[in-house]
């Protein structure tokens, strides 16, 4: 109850400041399953489009709205959700940051053995003759000595033991990339329409910009869904980037005719037709 209360409060304010004309140039309002698709200039753009629809239609009708800045506090986020029933997006995707590879200490530096203040010893020279030394190798001491006392043989020795072999930490897995058309697809199979800016961001020039591939996965995916180019006049006025105080000005939404991906049509002269359509819709 207080959503709805609150959804005509805002409805009154909205068009008290802008006065939220629709004009239907190309289409008469239908309550049929449809993307609208417009100009974005300003976060207002969303609020200017909703109001502008017939109340059969916005209960139908959901916006898309950016996470980082319509749900980064709770009224906004209270707004989006329980008024506009808006389908949320994320503009920027972060990667969390790499786990730091372990750094082996530093090996301790090797020092020349210190020098002795002793003096060294003297060494007398022998007269006594030089006698033939025997030589006994390492293989036959041991028989040498166990004759001698008369010890049973030793064990051999051992095989040298192999270093365990080294494993090496595997590399952490990278999280997998969300799609960020999964909410609009979503909201599309749960049989709604929806409202969606193709530029991705603002523009500030007075033209849409490039639209991004979105719209053309959308209709790709659901070409049953009726496709509906809208232009948001007057709205960055009303709100110019930047600004938080909204200023009355006369705005309008004019929605032209309904277009369609043709048979074996690519993805950037659909994109440019679209934008075209858009663009088409200022000087009506």
């Known amino acids: 109850m207080l959503a709805k209360l609150t959804g005509w409060l805002l409805l009154g304010i909205v068009r008290l400041l802008t006065g939220a004309q629709a004009r239907w140039y190309g289409c008469p309002p239908k309550a049929e399953q449809r993307i609208y698709f417009a100009n974005h200039q300003s976060h207002a753009d969303l609020v200017m489009i909703w109001a502008a629809l017939p109340e059969e239609l916005r209960s139908i009708t959901r916006p898309i709205a950016a996470r980082d800045y319509w749900a980064n506090t709770p009224f906004k986020r209270w707004i989006t959700t329980e008024v506009f029933n808006a389908v ?11 786990a730091a590879a372990p750094v082996a200490p530093p090996l301790p530096e090797a020092r020349p053995p210190a020098a002795s203040n002793a003096p060294a010893e003297r060494i007398e020279p022998s007269m006594e003759p030089l006698l033939p030394i025997e030589t006994i190798t390492a293989a036959e001491a041991p028989q040498e000595i166990q004759g001698q006392l008369d010890l049973p043989a030793p064990p051999p020795p051992p095989p040298p033991v192999a270093p365990p072999p080294v494993i090496e930490p595997e590399a952490p897995a990278e999280p997998p990339v969300a799609d960020p058309l999964a909410p609009l697809i979503d909201a599309l199979r749960s049989g709604d329409s929806i409202i969606i800016f193709p530029e991705g961001t603002r523009g500030h020039t007075g033209e849409p910009q490039k639209f991004k591939s979105g719209l053309y996965a959308l209709a790709t995916m659901f070409p049953d869904v009726v496709l509906v180019p809208a232009w948001i006049d007057n709205v960055q006025r009303v709100m110019p980037k930047g600004e938080i105080v909204p200023v009355p000005i006369l705005c309008s939404v004019t929605f032209g005719a309904p277009i369609r991906v043709e048979e074996g049509e690519e993805r950037r002269p659909f994109l440019d ?12």
Not at 88 to 98: F, I, L, Q, S
Not at 273 to 284: E, N, P, T
């Open 88 to 98: 949320y997006v994320e503009r920027a995707a972060t990667a969390p940051a790499a």
């Open 273 to 284: 037709r679209a934008r075209a359509a858009v663009i088409a819709l200022r000087d009506v």
